[in-house]
């Protein structure tokens, strides 16, 4: 990676968050980074944009009042010199699934660079729950991001040059807490599991999702090749997804069409 390398740098879960500041740290030692992230946590918030949002100086760059595709229009239009490489993330909470590439707030950043034609790459932090404990109550150190931190930056380094994304718009990257030797990385597909429950108290409605409820490794039903099966066995998930989504064109679809025509 060269000092010449520019990366623009966002996340959902706001600038000052653990994980930018480690991906910031370790990214910084070998290329440019201009990070422009929203002010506050925008979790799940998808690919929501805003008319305008307030910016103001960071340490590590530009906070923004706004969602994470906001950042990166923002950013690449006006706040920083435009990338070769657009990273979000290290999300604490992984993304996994396909039901989450519209959802999740770090992977519409990526997505948002794609339409830009920008690479992008969205690293997220697998953080085990338990039956007592979710995850987001988990206290993750610096530390933890080391393994996501390392991955980050060799695909940083690597993925442009190899041709990577010639073949995909972004990589979305899922990785294990780190545990003494490196994990290996596997090259998956988004499992397709959807498990969301709703359920009547008085006047509201309590939506669950219960995807993260069949997490052990001895049982887990996602098939060998699916981002969480990799993560949950220990290894890194990457998934190279393009955008926008592609059309299924059929010749059913013409019929219905050409019926309504002659109506």
């Known amino acids: ?8 740098l966002t996340n959902d879960d706001g600038i000052d968050s653990t994980g930018i500041r480690a991906l ?9 980074v201009t990070v422009v992230a929203p002010a506050s946590d925008k979790s799940a918030c998808g690919r929501s944009i805003s008319h305008a949002v307030d910016v103001w100086e960071h340490d590590l760059g530009y906070a923004v009042e706004g969602t994470p595709a906001d950042c990166v229009v923002a950013g690449l239009a006006e706040l920083g ?3 070769d490489l657009v990273v979000a993330g290290c999300n604490e909470g992984a993304n996994l699934g396909e039901y989450v590439l519209g959802r999740s707030g770090t992977i519409s950043a990526a997505v948002e660079a794609a339409f830009f034609d920008v690479p992008a790459i969205a690293t997220s932090l697998y953080v085990p729950a338990d039956d007592e404990t979710p995850y987001y109550e988990f206290e993750v150190t610096t530390e933890d991001f080391a393994e996501a931190a390392r991955v980050t930056t060799f695909l940083a380094e690597h993925a442009l040059d190899a041709g990577v994304f010639d073949h995909a718009a972004y990589l979305n990257v899922n990785v294990p807490l780190p545990d003494g030797e490196p994990a290996p990385i596997e090259i998956t597909r988004p499992s397709k599991r959807y ?22 490794p001895e049982s887990l039903p996602d098939p060998e090749g699916t981002d969480r099966r ?34």
């Open 81 to 83: 010199p435009f990338p």
């Open 230 to 263: 990799a993560v949950v066995e220990g290894r890194i998930s990457v998934s190279p997804l393009t955008a926008p989504h592609a059309t299924n064109h059929h010749e059913i679809l013409d019929d219905l069409a050409a019926t309504y025509s002659s109506r």
């Open 1 to 8: 990676m060269s000092d010449d390398l520019e990366i623009l």
């Open 24 to 32: 910031y740290d370790a990214l910084s030692e070998h290329a440019n």
């Open 195 to 216: 498990e969301m429950d709703a359920e009547r108290n008085g006047d509201a409605v309590h939506l669950t999702d219960r995807v993260w409820e069949a997490m052990d």
